[in-house]
């Protein structure tokens, strides 16, 4: 519960908000937490903005180091295909031998720890469609802390559509995955799906406060949340919010950047003697929590054959395929949209002619009741539909 910061602290908010470099965002960060009253309703908010004051002093230390090493190419890896999905683990647990088993990429693989320095990407074929797996330089205790890379490595986690992360049946991988998690963790990185997320997205042009999203609000009217923002002076925001959320919930949100990232975990060298008591541990670890796991053995490529499977899952993607009402067939190059898009939501991604004059679309495959159904601008399309567009 974060209610009740002076008014004082508010307006410092929104100067952090507005501060345009570094170093002045850090100054301000810290004249609002001077000016916050320190109580149990306030811990989790100042923790997060120590967090945050901590993150971006790292950054300016990696900017200037850049800037003295006369720039150094950067850590992040454009995306491609369907999804990226950053393989995460402690050295040597297997993450170069994944890669090279499952993708087009021929990372280097070695006995010594540390052999991946660079992030590396492979692109992995499901079906018609391809995702882009990234391999991480190995993760340490204290990564989050900045240790070892630790930073650039949490922060390419944190632009990925989803993690892998693995641990080694031979080692101990119940203490691998925690170190790993609790890393993530600290980064304000979860891997289990929250009850209810919120985003709130500034806009300086006038639209005034916008919920969208189709959560719901539990103990709170539009007004209220209208109120609460006006407070930290913001008056134009698109809240975006997902299952129930409270009052208190979007106000933590103003100070925290916690993001969630679906995550498989794959158990790897499940050939190695010890590997089937490790693997119960390490399932009993899981248990109750909604993270998949996958047992594999990269080295003899056995137990991958699902993993497309699972990562299509987690990443809630559906593809559909579109056909021109003249053509007798669809193209065969699918569209990646969201579970849940709507028909007018696809006609808005191929082009405006086609969003503004939408008239009707007809439907083939598992959303149809029966072939070539005409449906209107809000039917819901899932995985395989072909569409036709009527304009
Ligand atoms: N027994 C067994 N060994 C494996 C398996 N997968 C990988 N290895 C071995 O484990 C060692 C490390 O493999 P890598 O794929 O380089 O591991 P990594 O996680 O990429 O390591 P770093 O990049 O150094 O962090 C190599 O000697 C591999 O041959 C497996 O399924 N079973
Ligand atoms: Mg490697």
Request: proline share 6%; with cysteine.
């Amino acid at each position: 519960m974060v209610t009740n910061l002076p008014a004082e602290a508010k307006a410092k908010w929104a100067e952090v908000v507005a501060a345009r470099s570094i170093p002045e965002k850090i100054r301000l960060m810290r004249e609002f937490l001077s000016l916050v009253p320190k109580h149990k309703g306030t811990s989790k908010l100042v923790a997060n903005v120590r967090r945050r004051i901590a993150e971006l002093e790292r950054e300016l230390e990696r900017s200037k180091a850049c800037r003295r090493s006369g720039g150094g190419a950067g850590f992040a890896i454009p995306k491609e295909g369907a999804g990226q999905i950053v393989i995460l683990g402690p050295p040597n647990v297997g993450k170069s031998s994944l890669l090279a088993a499952v993708t087009n990429a021929k990372p280097e693989i070695s006995p010594l720890p540390f052999t991946t320095q660079r992030p590396t990407p492979g692109m992995l074929q499901y079906e018609d469609i391809q995702f882009q797996l990234v391999e991480a330089p190995a993760i340490v205790e204290g990564a989050a802390e900045g240790r070892m890379g630790g930073t650039q490595i949490l922060n390419l986690a944190r632009n990925a559509d989803g993690l892998i992360i693995m641990v080694d049946l031979s080692d101990d991988p119940v203490g691998q995955f925690t170190m790993v998690s609790s890393e993530l963790d600290k980064a304000g990185i979860l891997i289990e799906e929250p009850e209810g997320e919120v985003e709130i997205i500034r806009r300086s042009y006038g639209v005034g406060i916008q919920i969208v999203g189709g959560g719901t609000l539990i103990d709170c009217t539009y007004e209220d949340v209208k109120n609460l923002l006006a407070s930290y002076k913001i008056t134009s925001a698109l809240i975006k919010i997902s299952g129930k959320i409270s009052l208190d919930e979007i106000e933590d949100s103003l100070f925290s950047n916690n993001v969630y990232k679906p995550t498989i975990v794959i158990a790897n060298k499940a050939d190695s003697p010890n590997a089937e008591a490790n693997l119960k541990l390490l399932r009993n670890e899981l248990r109750g929590r909604r993270i998949s796991l996958l047992a594999a053995s990269c080295l003899n490529n056995v137990g991958l054959g699902e993993l497309c499977k699972y990562i299509f899952q987690m990443l809630k993607i559906i593809r559909v395929y579109t056909k021109e009402p003249s053509s007798k067939e669809p193209s065969d190059k699918p569209l990646v949209v969201k579970e849940g898009t709507t028909v007018i939501e696809v006609a808005k991604k191929l082009h405006s002619e086609i969003y503004k004059g939408f008239k009707y679309a007809r439907i083939w495959g598992p959303s149809a009741k029966y072939p070539g159904e005409k449906v209107g601008p809000n039917h819901i399309l899932m995985d395989g539909d072909i569409v036709e567009i009527h304009y």
